[in-house]
């Protein structure tokens, strides 16, 4: 009976690190040059404050998946290359609270 309690707890323990694993925020700290601190910047691309969490983790995995963009997707494509699911959406919610 302790061993199992033993493995579910480590199970648990390690399912949270996982979920927190994917910091929105820290992802976000490489996108802010381009894009701006708050999301804001007009320079590269569309605003990215002000968009919904689905629409932005749609565009991210479209640029993941190569299927979205426009003439400068390369750009995001090189970004998004290494993006995990998990990234991808904490990316999104984060970016739709800025
Ligand atoms: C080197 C500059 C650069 C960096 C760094 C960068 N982006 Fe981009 N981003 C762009 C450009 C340029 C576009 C427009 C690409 C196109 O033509 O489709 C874009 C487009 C986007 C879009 C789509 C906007 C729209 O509505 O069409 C999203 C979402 C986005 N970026 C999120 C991010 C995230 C999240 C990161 C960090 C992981 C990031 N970007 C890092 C330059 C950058």
Do not use: N, P, R
């Not at 992802?27 to 691309?45: I, N, P, V």
């Not at 290359?81 to 739709?96: C, M, P, R, V």
């Amino acid at each position: 009976m302790k061993k199992i309690a033993l493995a579910l707890s480590l199970v648990l323990a390690f399912g949270a690190s996982a979920a927190l694993a994917a910091d929105g925020k820290a992802l976000y700290a490489k996108c802010a040059g381009c894009h701006g601190a708050d999301g804001s910047k007009t320079a590269q691309s569309k605003a990215l404050k002000g968009q919904k969490a689905e629409a932005l983790a749609k565009s991210l995995a479209g640029y993941k998946a190569k299927t979205y963009g426009g003439a400068k997707k390369g750009l995001m494509e090189g970004q998004m290359a290494g993006a995990s699911d998990a990234d991808i959406k904490a990316l999104a919610e984060y970016i739709s609270k800025l």
